[in-house]
């Protein structure tokens, strides 16, 4: 259900989110830039491991301020902004990670902006973009425009919601402060609720309210639950992670990158900033990478010269060194030595929980589904969200004359794992399976004409999982791996390396998660080397001791 639609009065919810409140957007989009470096540390080679969104935003703006960023990739640019077309038809867009980003992503929409990327609007359950939802619960089917179509029990479940929002969680008052950035009270909103549900999972928040005591609203809620829907493989996790993605807008009113989600880091891989600090004019990532990223990084570990990163070709020392691989590849494909990080942030590493989480795709000769059954005047089939194998089914069209893309499934967790195993073709079999009973007049086969594309990020080599999700008890460790960049702390040995990523993010799951930690690396690369933020644009280090996430008593 979109709930929360946006008040047009109110000003825009922005994604910095209720833990640590800065502003990145305006922090990127600064005249006076991110700050500078000391003249001789121009030209400085500074390590980004891996070439995701995250990776790629750091290496562009540590070019920016004059260093001499060298990315390592170990398999394709872009990372989990992974887009696949099918073999025979360039130019289809199959979106196996990254696929609908909220307006609430306001620095992730920086980037977007700056390698000029049109969006349109994703066609999640019940958007205004959606022709027409299918919702398939408990063997009932219910068909809908708008959220109001369905049966009364629907709207007796977001009524529920809206009212364990409210009261347990501020949300009003909550979203009237992020709308405004009213930093002091986001900050005292949000600390009181920190200790209080850390401990919660989202299912626990749920039952022990009253508001869902009936059992059949916690399982629809499950299945349709807030913005994208089927949310209800999250029940495990902790209640801070759902009030996060809540309070900020982040399943809301989604937008698709047109062209594809991978063109934004290969764009800005591309893309020329206007004024750097030490680099000529047409200087980009592309230009200072000329055979493309360094390969797969084999071992990091430090030496008297800095860090040094090795790869099966070679080995090379680093000033500093920005890590954006999802941190479970520092336990296992990337030897990383042990004195690189304290103790407590091992653990928080080895603590780090994924969820798992599958596609599958096909392309057919047109937009059937649009056709219009004569016999109950709706399309024949619609966005389908169902507590069946296929989990949620998207429909991608580029209008009547042109194939359309077909998500038969897109499955989180258990469900993804169900399919694990499987091949693409046999996966396929299954999810029609599952269609031919919701929609017993459709012959989807038919329509296919070309192989199936499918992936699951848990068997991923370079990945293991699609994202984290923080589980009840595990703030401490999200804080410790956010925070790791402010390193005044840190024994002179462990300086130097920087995390970010999704998964460093207090959103894992979310693009915005992976700019924001790159841009705060950025700002801990820019210190370690000497540099400071212009007067008139401190950064989140700057900003930090006002603003720190609140510490738990251990
Ligand atoms: N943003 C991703 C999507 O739209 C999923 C992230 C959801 N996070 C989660 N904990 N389930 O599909």
């Known amino acids: 259900m979109t709930a929360f639609a946006a008040d047009l009065s109110e000003p825009p919810i922005t994604m910095f989110g209720p833990d640590f409140p800065f502003d990145y957007d305006r922090w990127a989009g600064h005249p006076d830039g991110l700050g500078s470096v000391p003249t001789d540390r121009l030209g400085t080679p500074v390590a980004v491991v891996g070439g995701g969104i995250s990776g790629v935003v750091a290496a562009y703006e540590l070019m920016r301020l004059g260093l001499r960023p060298v990315v390592f990739e170990a398999d394709q640019l872009g990372g ?3 887009t696949a077309s099918f073999p025979g038809h360039p130019g289809t867009v199959a979106e196996l990670g990254a696929m609908r980003f909220p307006p609430s992503a306001t620095t992730l929409f920086h980037y977007v902006g700056l390698v000029g990327m049109e969006t349109r609007p994703f066609p999640n359950p019940l958007a205004p973009a959606t022709p027409h939802t299918v919702v398939d619960v408990n063997g009932a089917r219910h068909f809908a425009r708008v959220t109001e179509d369905l049966p009364t029990v629907y709207q007796e479940v977001y009524d529920a919601w809206t009212k364990v929002l409210e009261e347990g969680a501020d949300f009003a008052a909550m979203d009237a402060a992020i709308r405004r950035r009213n930093t002091a009270t986001i900050k005292a909103l949000w600390n009181r609720l920190v200790p209080l549900l850390d401990d919660r999972s989202f299912y626990g928040f749920l039952a022990s309210s009253s508001a869902f005591a009936s059992f059949r609203h916690r399982e629809i809620f499950g299945q349709v639950g807030f913005g994208s829907g089927g949310w209800d493989t999250d029940f495990p996790n902790s209640m801070l992670e759902i009030l996060r993605v809540v309070y900020t807008g982040a399943d809301d009113r989604h937008r698709a990158l047109v062209g594809g989600a991978q063109q934004l880091p290969l764009r800005l ?3 020329a900033p206007g004024r750097t600090a030490h680099w000529p004019a047409g200087t980009s990532l592309a230009s200072l990478h000329p055979g493309g990223p360094r390969p797969a990084v084999t071992r990091i570990s430090r030496t008297g010269g800095g860090i040094r990163v090795e790869t099966a070709g070679g080995a090379a020392e680093f000033a500093a060194a920005v890590l954006t691989p999802q941190v479970r590849l520092l336990l296992s494909r990337i030897d990383t030595a042990e004195d690189l990080f304290p103790a407590d942030v091992w653990t928080a590493i080895e603590r780090t929980h994924y969820m798992g989480g599958s596609k ?3 392309l057919v000769d047109r937009p059937f589904w649009r056709d219009v059954d004569e016999r109950t005047g709706r399309p024949v089939m619609g966005m389908t969200l169902t507590d069946r194998a296929p989990r949620g089914v998207y429909l991608f069209d580029d ?9 038969l499934s897109y499955t989180w967790n258990d469900d993804s794992l ?3 195993a499987l091949p693409a073709e046999e996966r396929l079999d299954v999810m029609l399976r599952h269609l031919r009973r919701i929609y017993p007049g459709v012959d989807i086969r038919s329509r296919i004409i070309a192989p199936p594309l499918s992936v699951t990020w ?4 370079h990945f293991m999982g699609a994202f ?3 589980l009840p008890g595990h703030y401490r460790y999200q804080r410790r791996l956010f925070t790791h960049f402010m390193q005044d702390g840190l024994a002179g040995h462990q300086r130097g390396v920087f995390l970010a990523g999704d998964d460093v993010s207090w959103t894992g799951g979310f693009a915005e998660g992976a700019v924001t930690t790159a841009l705060n690396a950025v700002w801990g690369v820019m210190r370690h080397l000497g540099g400071r933020t212009p007067t008139a644009n401190p950064g989140p280090g700057d900003a930090f001791p006002a603003i720190a996430p609140i510490e738990l008593p251990y």
């Open 399 to 407: 209008g009547a004359g042109a194939p359309g893309v077909m998500c």
């Open 418 to 420: 169900k399919v694990a």
């Open 269 to 271: 891989w591309r893309h």
């Open 80 to 82: 989990r902004m992974r």
């Open 458 to 461: 848990e068997t991923e080599p």
């Open 468 to 470: 984290k999700g923080n």
């Open 360 to 362: 599958l795709f096909a």
